[in-house]
């Protein structure tokens, strides 16, 4: 029942982008690729989703500002950033050189300058899509009220659709008690697919000094330890709507990818594991071929959704 490996084609079709894999690497954990362009050949990715991206530059916020936990990290980088006019006039240069599509995730503290953003990126070669991020957990204005309440991720989604003909994609938070109302709110507002998971809100205090071990006292949680949480948000999500979801959290190895391609992403980001192994994108993408090949399938697409439930043992 296997196939050759030379017989998958690994590449989707995801919100009107075609991606050569489905595995893109996730933003702030991938830079701009200039680091990773001297690792390996950038092209060999199905995307890559930049560092949030704001109208003005960011100062980010001071350090200490990442730690290490148990399976995971702490960060409250803050969205430290140089601004969309740096991003088109020095970044994207490079990345154009890549045979990949260029996912620029944007950034802001009112719903007009996401739109601004839209606009400006609008036209721009190389960019092929832009992730709406109203999650980040580590800025003082605005994202909680975005990614927390469906309402307000509308309004953002709908003036962002209004001001660009790109695939729109909307990052959502796990910081929440439902995910569907808010995939929903994204499919409502126009969104051509959605991606989760961002960070969980968490802490660390160190017991000797007695205080908080990020200046910024709360950060993002990310890595491994995310990843069920992750799982379980994306399967609800992708049950609650019809555009395609984009898994995220915690994807470290190729059965990891896999588990959310069954769950209902039809492709996946990979974050945290790039600090730690530079290579993993790759090895995923070759897993998952070979996962592909060995059961039989010349497709991702048709193992996205599949998961069932156990069956009861017979008595
Ligand atoms: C250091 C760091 C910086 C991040 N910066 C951003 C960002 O700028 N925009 C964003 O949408 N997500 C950002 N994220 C969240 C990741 O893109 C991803 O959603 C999250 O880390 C979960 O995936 P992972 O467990 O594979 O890392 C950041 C994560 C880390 C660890």
Redesign the pocket.
């Known amino acids: 029942m296997g196939l050759s490996p030379d017989r998958v084609s690994l590449a989707v079709n995801f919100a009107g982008v075609r991606f050569k894999n489905p595995v893109l690497v996730?933003?702030?954990?991938f830079g701009f690729g200039r680091e990773f362009a001297r690792i390996y050949d950038l092209s060999l990715l199905g995307g890559i989703?930049v560092?949030?991206?704001s109208l003005e530059p960011r100062k980010g916020n001071p350090p200490p500002r990442?730690l290490e936990t148990p399976s995971?990290?702490l960060?409250a980088?803050g969205?430290q950033?140089d601004g969309v006019e740096s991003f088109v006039a020095d970044k994207l240069p490079f990345l154009r050189q890549f045979d990949t599509k260029v996912v620029v995730?944007i950034?802001g503290n009112r719903v007009e300058d996401y739109a601004e953003l839209a606009a400006r990126l609008d036209d721009v070669e190389g960019v092929h899509a832009l992730?709406i991020?109203i999650?980040?957990p580590?800025v003082e204005h605005g994202h909680e009220e975005f990614a927390a309440d469906p309402a307000m991720t509308h309004r953002v989604v709908s003036a962002v659709r209004e001001r660009t003909r790109l695939p729109v994609i909307p990052?959502l938070s796990p910081n929440v008690t439902d995910i569907r109302p808010f995939a929903r709110a994204c499919e409502e507002a126009g969104a051509d697919g959605i991606?989760?998971?961002?960070?969980l809100v968490g802490t660390a205090i160190d017991i000797k000094t007695r205080t908080f071990r990020l200046a910024n006292v709360t950060g993002?949680?990310?890595?491994?330890?995310?990843?069920p949480v992750?799982l379980r948000m994306v399967y609800q999500a992708a049950q609650a709507v019809s555009i395609p979801v984009m898994g995220?959290?915690?994807?470290?190895t190729a059965e990891d990818a896999i588990e959310f391609l069954l769950a209902g992403a039809s492709c996946v980001?990979?974050?945290?594991?790039?600090?730690v192994d530079p290579l993993a994108p790759l090895s995923i993408i070759e897993g998952i071929r070979e996962y592909l090949a060995s059961n039989g399938f010349s497709s991702p697409s048709e193992i996205v959704g599949t998961v069932t439930r156990m069956q009861e043992p017979a008595t």
Do not use: D, R
Not at 248 to 252: L, P, R, S
Not at 269 to 275: D, S
């Open positions: 996730a933003s702030g954990t989703c560092k949030g991206t990442i995971g990290m960060n980088i969205l950033n995730n950034v992730e991020n999650s980040c580590n990052k991606s989760l998971i961002n960070t993002g949680l990310s890595g491994p330890c995310i990843k992750a995220i959290g915690g994807i470290a980001q990979v974050g945290t594991v790039n600090f």
